[in-house]
Protein backbone atom coordinates (compact mmCIF):
# COMPACT_ATOMS: atom_id res chain seq x y z
CA UNK A 1 0.00 0.00 0.00
CA UNK A 2 1.22 3.57 -0.87
CA UNK A 3 -0.78 5.53 1.70
CA UNK A 4 -1.21 9.34 1.89
CA UNK A 5 -2.07 10.77 4.99
CA UNK A 6 -3.83 14.20 6.26
CA UNK A 7 -3.79 15.15 9.82
CA UNK A 8 -6.79 17.53 10.86
CA UNK A 9 -6.38 19.31 14.67
CA UNK A 10 -3.95 19.29 17.36
CA UNK A 11 -4.08 15.48 17.70
CA UNK A 12 -5.14 13.99 14.69
CA UNK A 13 -1.81 15.84 12.94
CA UNK A 14 0.08 14.81 15.55
CA UNK A 15 -0.46 11.23 14.54
CA UNK A 16 -0.21 12.06 11.04
CA UNK A 17 3.28 13.45 11.53
CA UNK A 18 4.20 10.69 14.03
CA UNK A 19 2.98 7.84 11.24
CA UNK A 20 4.51 9.70 8.66
CA UNK A 21 7.74 9.92 10.56
CA UNK A 22 7.37 6.02 11.27
CA UNK A 23 7.33 5.02 7.60
CA UNK A 24 10.07 6.94 6.68
CA UNK A 25 12.34 5.64 8.99
CA UNK A 26 10.87 1.98 7.93
CA UNK A 27 9.23 2.00 4.83
CA UNK A 28 9.56 5.05 3.01
CA UNK A 29 8.00 3.64 -0.22
CA UNK A 30 4.95 2.77 1.72
CA UNK A 31 4.18 6.58 1.69
CA UNK A 32 3.53 8.99 -0.66
CA UNK A 33 3.33 12.25 1.51
CA UNK A 34 1.22 13.73 4.63
CA UNK A 35 -0.50 17.16 5.21
CA UNK A 36 -2.18 18.50 8.48
CA UNK A 37 -4.74 20.98 8.11
CA UNK A 38 -5.60 22.90 11.63
CA UNK A 39 -7.48 26.20 12.53
CA UNK A 40 -4.86 26.76 15.28
CA UNK A 41 -1.23 28.02 14.19
CA UNK A 42 0.32 27.34 17.60
CA UNK A 43 -0.10 23.36 16.62
CA UNK A 44 2.37 23.60 14.03
CA UNK A 45 5.54 24.09 16.36
CA UNK A 46 4.56 20.60 18.23
CA UNK A 47 5.05 18.84 14.64
CA UNK A 48 8.13 17.43 14.15
CA UNK A 49 8.58 16.56 10.43
CA UNK A 50 5.16 18.08 8.69
CA UNK A 51 6.09 21.98 9.76
CA UNK A 52 6.19 22.30 6.06
CA UNK A 53 3.08 20.28 5.22
CA UNK A 54 0.66 22.72 7.92
CA UNK A 55 -1.94 24.20 6.24
CA UNK A 56 -4.27 26.76 8.04
CA UNK A 57 -7.89 27.51 7.19
CA UNK A 58 -10.77 29.20 8.92
CA UNK A 59 -10.84 33.12 10.16
CA UNK A 60 -10.39 32.43 13.27
CA UNK A 61 -6.99 34.07 13.25
CA UNK A 62 -4.85 31.04 14.31
CA UNK A 63 -6.46 30.78 17.73
CA UNK A 64 -8.47 27.56 16.91
CA UNK A 65 -12.18 26.72 17.48
CA UNK A 66 -11.90 25.29 20.35
CA UNK A 67 -14.21 22.42 20.82
CA UNK A 68 -16.86 23.75 18.40
CA UNK A 69 -17.34 21.12 16.15
CA UNK A 70 -19.92 22.96 13.73
CA UNK A 71 -17.17 25.83 13.08
CA UNK A 72 -14.66 24.20 12.09
CA UNK A 73 -17.17 22.23 9.61
CA UNK A 74 -18.51 25.40 7.85
CA UNK A 75 -14.82 27.05 8.01
CA UNK A 76 -13.95 23.67 5.83
CA UNK A 77 -17.15 24.06 3.72
CA UNK A 78 -15.98 27.38 2.65
CA UNK A 79 -14.57 27.81 -0.87
CA UNK A 80 -11.55 29.14 0.16
CA UNK A 81 -10.78 26.07 2.21
CA UNK A 82 -11.78 23.92 -0.05
CA UNK A 83 -9.48 25.30 -2.77
CA UNK A 84 -6.36 25.57 -0.69
CA UNK A 85 -7.43 21.79 0.55
CA UNK A 86 -7.48 20.56 -2.68
CA UNK A 87 -4.12 22.17 -4.49
CA UNK A 88 -2.17 21.16 -1.25
CA UNK A 89 -3.13 17.14 -1.62
CA UNK A 90 -3.57 17.00 -5.19
CA UNK A 91 0.47 18.79 -5.76
CA UNK A 92 1.17 16.51 -3.00
CA UNK A 93 -0.36 13.32 -4.84
CA UNK A 94 -2.98 12.15 -3.20
CA UNK A 95 -3.94 10.87 -6.81
CA UNK A 96 -0.64 8.44 -6.95
CA UNK A 97 -1.69 6.64 -3.38
CA UNK A 98 -3.70 3.50 -3.38
CA UNK A 99 -4.80 4.39 0.32
CA UNK A 100 -5.85 7.74 2.15
CA UNK A 101 -5.59 7.86 5.79
CA UNK A 102 -7.50 10.69 8.03
CA UNK A 103 -6.78 11.15 11.32
CA UNK A 104 -8.49 13.79 13.81
CA UNK A 105 -9.47 13.68 17.50
CA UNK A 106 -13.43 12.87 17.68
CA UNK A 107 -13.95 14.67 20.93
CA UNK A 108 -12.22 18.13 19.67
CA UNK A 109 -13.52 20.49 17.57
CA UNK A 110 -10.88 21.30 14.54
CA UNK A 111 -10.56 17.84 13.62
CA UNK A 112 -14.37 16.18 14.42
CA UNK A 113 -16.09 19.43 12.70
CA UNK A 114 -13.48 18.96 9.26
CA UNK A 115 -13.01 15.21 9.14
CA UNK A 116 -16.43 14.65 7.00
CA UNK A 117 -15.81 17.63 5.15
CA UNK A 118 -12.49 16.39 3.59
CA UNK A 119 -13.75 13.12 2.87
CA UNK A 120 -16.28 14.33 0.42
CA UNK A 121 -12.88 16.00 -1.21
CA UNK A 122 -11.03 13.23 -0.99
CA UNK A 123 -13.79 11.68 -2.66
CA UNK A 124 -14.63 13.89 -5.47
CA UNK A 125 -10.50 13.68 -6.27
CA UNK A 126 -10.54 10.31 -6.11
CA UNK A 127 -13.92 9.87 -8.01
CA UNK A 128 -12.92 10.75 -11.26
CA UNK A 129 -14.54 7.65 -13.91
CA UNK A 130 -15.94 6.20 -10.86
CA UNK A 131 -16.24 5.61 -7.30
CA UNK A 132 -12.88 5.42 -5.45
CA UNK A 133 -10.35 1.96 -6.02
CA UNK A 134 -8.24 3.46 -3.24
CA UNK A 135 -9.47 2.54 0.55
CA UNK A 136 -10.53 5.59 2.46
CA UNK A 137 -10.16 5.61 5.96
CA UNK A 138 -10.18 7.54 9.62
CA UNK A 139 -8.68 6.98 12.80
CA UNK A 140 -10.83 8.62 15.23
CA UNK A 141 -9.58 9.37 19.10
CA UNK A 142 -12.06 8.80 21.46
CA UNK A 143 -11.40 10.87 24.18
CA UNK A 144 -10.41 10.20 27.89
CA UNK A 145 -13.46 9.33 30.22
CA UNK A 146 -15.63 12.14 32.15
CA UNK A 147 -14.12 13.62 34.52
CA UNK A 148 -10.51 13.34 32.81
CA UNK A 149 -12.15 15.34 29.79
CA UNK A 150 -15.58 17.14 29.83
CA UNK A 151 -18.65 15.26 28.71
CA UNK A 152 -18.96 17.83 25.73
CA UNK A 153 -16.21 15.50 24.28
CA UNK A 154 -18.20 12.63 24.35
CA UNK A 155 -21.20 14.81 22.67
CA UNK A 156 -18.54 15.94 19.64
CA UNK A 157 -17.19 12.11 19.69
CA UNK A 158 -20.89 10.55 18.84
CA UNK A 159 -21.60 13.48 16.58
CA UNK A 160 -18.07 13.00 14.74
CA UNK A 161 -19.08 9.09 14.30
CA UNK A 162 -22.33 9.40 13.00
CA UNK A 163 -20.61 12.02 10.06
CA UNK A 164 -18.08 9.74 9.25
CA UNK A 165 -20.91 6.49 8.03
CA UNK A 166 -21.24 6.25 4.66
CA UNK A 167 -18.19 8.77 3.89
CA UNK A 168 -15.18 6.37 4.64
CA UNK A 169 -14.79 2.93 4.33
CA UNK A 170 -13.85 2.54 7.72
CA UNK A 171 -13.68 4.56 10.95
CA UNK A 172 -10.54 3.07 13.12
CA UNK A 173 -11.28 3.95 16.49
CA UNK A 174 -8.62 4.40 19.35
CA UNK A 175 -9.78 4.96 23.07
CA UNK A 176 -7.11 6.76 24.80
CA UNK A 177 -7.79 5.50 27.92
CA UNK A 178 -7.11 2.10 27.08
CA UNK A 179 -3.69 2.62 24.46
CA UNK A 180 -2.38 5.13 27.57
CA UNK A 181 -3.19 1.68 30.07
CA UNK A 182 -0.88 -0.03 26.97
CA UNK A 183 1.72 2.29 27.28
CA UNK A 184 2.22 2.55 30.56
CA UNK A 185 2.33 -0.92 31.15
CA UNK A 186 5.76 -1.45 29.46
CA UNK A 187 6.97 2.09 30.08
CA UNK A 188 5.75 3.42 33.78
CA UNK A 189 6.56 6.58 35.06
CA UNK A 190 5.86 8.40 31.18
CA UNK A 191 4.94 11.72 31.44
CA UNK A 192 1.19 12.59 29.81
CA UNK A 193 3.24 14.50 27.02
CA UNK A 194 5.24 10.93 26.14
CA UNK A 195 2.19 8.82 26.74
CA UNK A 196 0.42 10.85 23.94
CA UNK A 197 3.93 10.51 21.90
CA UNK A 198 4.00 6.39 21.87
CA UNK A 199 0.55 6.06 21.38
CA UNK A 200 0.85 8.15 17.86
CA UNK A 201 4.41 5.55 17.57
CA UNK A 202 1.72 2.65 18.10
CA UNK A 203 -0.32 3.81 15.27
CA UNK A 204 2.66 4.51 12.80
CA UNK A 205 3.55 0.60 13.25
CA UNK A 206 0.69 -0.73 13.60
CA UNK A 207 0.25 0.84 9.85
CA UNK A 208 3.89 0.33 8.73
CA UNK A 209 3.29 -3.55 9.52
CA UNK A 210 -0.11 -3.49 7.45
CA UNK A 211 1.07 -1.67 4.23
CA UNK A 212 4.79 -3.60 4.62
CA UNK A 213 3.11 -6.77 3.51
CA UNK A 214 2.51 -5.31 0.04
CA UNK A 215 5.69 -3.40 -0.08
CA UNK A 216 8.40 -5.80 0.97
CA UNK A 217 6.05 -9.68 0.97
CA UNK A 218 7.02 -12.88 1.41
CA UNK A 219 8.58 -14.52 -1.38
CA UNK A 220 7.32 -17.79 -2.17
CA UNK A 221 4.53 -20.21 -3.73
CA UNK A 222 1.33 -18.14 -1.27
CA UNK A 223 -0.10 -14.79 -2.16
CA UNK A 224 2.03 -13.38 1.36
CA UNK A 225 0.81 -9.94 0.11
CA UNK A 226 -1.86 -7.68 2.18
CA UNK A 227 -2.39 -4.94 -0.34
CA UNK A 228 -4.99 -1.28 -0.51
CA UNK A 229 -8.04 -3.93 -2.34
CA UNK A 230 -7.33 -6.45 0.45
CA UNK A 231 -8.33 -3.85 2.83
CA UNK A 232 -10.86 -2.51 1.34
CA UNK A 233 -12.72 -5.95 0.70
CA UNK A 234 -12.18 -6.80 4.93
CA UNK A 235 -13.55 -3.26 5.90
CA UNK A 236 -16.42 -3.60 3.89
CA UNK A 237 -19.47 -3.44 5.99
CA UNK A 238 -23.34 -1.73 6.06
CA UNK A 239 -22.35 2.35 4.90
CA UNK A 240 -19.04 1.84 6.84
CA UNK A 241 -17.29 -0.19 9.33
CA UNK A 242 -16.14 0.46 12.21
CA UNK A 243 -12.93 -1.33 13.35
CA UNK A 244 -9.91 -1.39 16.45
CA UNK A 245 -6.12 -2.35 15.41
CA UNK A 246 -4.34 -4.77 18.10
CA UNK A 247 -0.29 -4.89 17.95
CA UNK A 248 2.00 -6.91 19.51
CA UNK A 249 5.92 -7.53 19.07
CA UNK A 250 8.11 -9.83 20.41
CA UNK A 251 11.57 -10.79 20.04
CA UNK A 252 11.87 -13.50 17.84
CA UNK A 253 14.05 -16.37 20.17
CA UNK A 254 10.96 -15.36 22.61
CA UNK A 255 8.43 -16.53 19.99
CA UNK A 256 10.35 -18.89 18.69
CA UNK A 257 8.36 -21.11 15.67
CA UNK A 258 5.19 -20.21 17.02
CA UNK A 259 2.92 -17.35 16.08
CA UNK A 260 -0.15 -18.22 17.84
CA UNK A 261 1.02 -16.58 21.31
CA UNK A 262 1.47 -13.60 19.86
CA UNK A 263 -1.79 -13.39 18.33
CA UNK A 264 -3.57 -14.17 21.13
CA UNK A 265 -1.28 -11.54 23.21
CA UNK A 266 -2.13 -9.02 20.51
CA UNK A 267 -5.99 -9.55 20.65
CA UNK A 268 -5.60 -9.83 24.85
CA UNK A 269 -3.24 -7.34 25.04
CA UNK A 270 -2.53 -5.09 22.32
CA UNK A 271 -6.37 -3.33 21.22
CA UNK A 272 -6.08 0.02 20.98
CA UNK A 273 -9.68 0.04 22.21
CA UNK A 274 -11.46 -2.01 24.56
CA UNK A 275 -13.45 -4.83 22.64
CA UNK A 276 -14.72 -8.23 22.98
CA UNK A 277 -12.38 -9.21 20.39
CA UNK A 278 -14.43 -12.48 19.90
CA UNK A 279 -17.44 -10.43 18.43
CA UNK A 280 -15.66 -8.99 15.32
CA UNK A 281 -17.34 -9.92 11.93
CA UNK A 282 -14.16 -9.94 10.05
CA UNK A 283 -10.28 -9.65 10.54
CA UNK A 284 -6.77 -9.22 9.10
CA UNK A 285 -3.30 -10.06 10.41
CA UNK A 286 -0.41 -9.27 9.05
CA UNK A 287 2.88 -10.68 10.71
CA UNK A 288 6.49 -8.85 9.98
CA UNK A 289 10.19 -10.26 10.81
CA UNK A 290 13.17 -11.24 9.39
CA UNK A 291 12.96 -13.46 6.47
CA UNK A 292 15.01 -16.41 8.17
CA UNK A 293 12.11 -16.69 10.63
CA UNK A 294 8.99 -16.16 8.66
CA UNK A 295 7.30 -19.70 8.25
CA UNK A 296 4.08 -19.83 6.29
CA UNK A 297 3.13 -22.59 8.45
CA UNK A 298 3.19 -20.67 11.50
CA UNK A 299 1.52 -17.63 10.37
CA UNK A 300 -1.84 -19.97 8.50
CA UNK A 301 -1.65 -21.40 12.10
CA UNK A 302 -2.10 -18.16 13.43
CA UNK A 303 -4.19 -17.38 10.69
CA UNK A 304 -6.52 -20.52 11.89
CA UNK A 305 -6.48 -19.53 15.85
CA UNK A 306 -7.38 -15.76 14.67
CA UNK A 307 -10.85 -17.55 12.57
CA UNK A 308 -11.19 -19.52 15.51
CA UNK A 309 -11.44 -16.56 18.46
CA UNK A 310 -13.72 -14.14 16.04
CA UNK A 311 -17.59 -14.13 15.50
CA UNK A 312 -17.05 -14.09 10.98
CA UNK A 313 -15.65 -16.43 8.74
CA UNK A 314 -13.54 -13.66 6.46
CA UNK A 315 -9.20 -13.31 7.74
CA UNK A 316 -7.00 -12.18 5.31
CA UNK A 317 -3.16 -12.57 6.43
CA UNK A 318 -0.10 -10.93 4.92
CA UNK A 319 3.52 -11.63 5.69
CA UNK A 320 5.95 -8.93 5.62
CA UNK A 321 9.59 -8.77 5.53
CA UNK A 322 11.45 -6.68 7.74
CA UNK A 323 15.19 -6.66 7.18
CA UNK A 324 17.76 -7.05 9.58
CA UNK A 325 15.22 -7.06 13.10
CA UNK A 326 15.32 -9.24 15.49
CA UNK A 327 11.63 -8.94 16.03
CA UNK A 328 8.38 -10.82 14.82
CA UNK A 329 5.81 -7.84 14.93
CA UNK A 330 1.58 -8.29 14.85
CA UNK A 331 -0.67 -6.66 13.41
CA UNK A 332 -4.33 -6.95 13.42
CA UNK A 333 -7.55 -4.97 12.32
CA UNK A 334 -10.74 -6.24 13.67
CA UNK A 335 -13.59 -5.03 11.90
CA UNK A 336 -16.89 -4.26 13.63
CA UNK A 337 -16.27 -6.15 17.18
CA UNK A 338 -18.37 -4.90 20.25
CA UNK A 339 -16.61 -1.80 21.18
CA UNK A 340 -16.82 -1.85 25.19
CA UNK A 341 -17.04 2.24 25.17
CA UNK A 342 -19.97 3.21 23.02
CA UNK A 343 -23.22 2.54 24.56
CA UNK A 344 -21.58 5.06 27.96
CA UNK A 345 -20.57 7.37 25.01
CA UNK A 346 -23.95 7.96 23.88
CA UNK A 347 -25.55 8.12 27.45
CA UNK A 348 -22.90 11.05 27.91
CA UNK A 349 -23.66 12.79 24.63
CA UNK A 350 -27.19 12.83 25.41
CA UNK A 351 -27.20 13.94 29.39
CA UNK A 352 -24.42 16.72 27.71
CA UNK A 353 -27.24 17.67 25.58
CA UNK A 354 -29.84 17.44 27.81
CA UNK A 355 -28.35 20.07 30.13
CA UNK A 356 -26.58 22.58 27.44
CA UNK A 357 -29.83 22.23 25.05
CA UNK A 358 -30.71 25.68 25.03
CA UNK A 359 -26.78 26.97 24.69
CA UNK A 360 -26.13 23.93 21.84
CA UNK A 361 -29.46 25.32 19.60
CA UNK A 362 -28.79 28.77 20.03
CA UNK A 363 -24.91 29.69 20.10
CA UNK A 364 -24.11 25.99 18.10
CA UNK A 365 -27.20 25.39 16.27
CA UNK A 366 -27.59 22.15 16.78
CA UNK A 367 -31.47 22.10 17.39
CA UNK A 368 -32.73 18.51 18.91
CA UNK A 369 -33.96 16.70 16.14
CA UNK A 370 -30.64 17.37 14.49
CA UNK A 371 -28.31 15.88 17.41
CA UNK A 372 -31.12 12.85 17.80
CA UNK A 373 -30.28 11.88 14.25
CA UNK A 374 -26.72 11.65 15.06
CA UNK A 375 -27.46 9.88 18.19
CA UNK A 376 -29.75 7.41 15.70
CA UNK A 377 -27.14 6.88 13.14
CA UNK A 378 -24.66 5.22 15.86
CA UNK A 379 -27.17 2.83 17.05
CA UNK A 380 -28.97 1.85 14.16
CA UNK A 381 -24.87 1.28 13.12
CA UNK A 382 -24.60 -0.84 16.02
CA UNK A 383 -27.61 -2.66 15.61
CA UNK A 384 -27.10 -3.73 12.32
CA UNK A 385 -23.68 -5.07 13.48
CA UNK A 386 -24.99 -7.00 16.23
CA UNK A 387 -27.57 -8.66 13.82
CA UNK A 388 -24.72 -9.61 11.58
CA UNK A 389 -22.73 -11.20 14.55
CA UNK A 390 -25.65 -13.09 15.47
CA UNK A 391 -26.07 -14.56 12.28
CA UNK A 392 -22.97 -15.50 11.39
CA UNK A 393 -23.21 -17.03 15.22
CA UNK A 394 -25.89 -19.34 14.53
CA UNK A 395 -24.66 -20.12 10.75
CA UNK A 396 -23.63 -23.64 10.04
CA UNK A 397 -19.99 -24.10 10.94
CA UNK A 398 -18.08 -25.81 7.11
Known amino acids: MRWFGIGLGGAGGAIIDRTYDTFTGEAPSAMVDAVVFNTSVSD ?3 LQVLKDRFYLFGRFGGAGVGARWKDSMKAMLEPESKELFMRAVTERGVANSTAVVLSAALGGGTGSGSMPVVADYVREILSEGG ?3 QPIVSVGVLPFKFPKESMRF ?3 SVIAMANMLGRVDSLILLDNETAREIVLRDEPGLSDEQVLDRINSLVGRCMVAMS ?4 EPLRGGYKTTFDSQDLKSIL ?3 EASLTVLCYMK ?3 ESVGGSLEFLTEAALREGCLAEVRAGTALKAALVVRGPEEYLNVDAVFEAKRLLSEKIAGVDVREGLAVA ?5 FEIAILLVEPELVRLPSLLKEARLYYEVHEEELTKMEDTPREEFESYVQAVERHLLTAAEAREEAESAPSS
Open 44 to 46: QAK
Open 131 to 133: PPT
Open 154 to 156: AYN
Open 212 to 215: AADV
Open 236 to 238: RFF
Open 250 to 252: ARV
Open 323 to 327: PGSKY
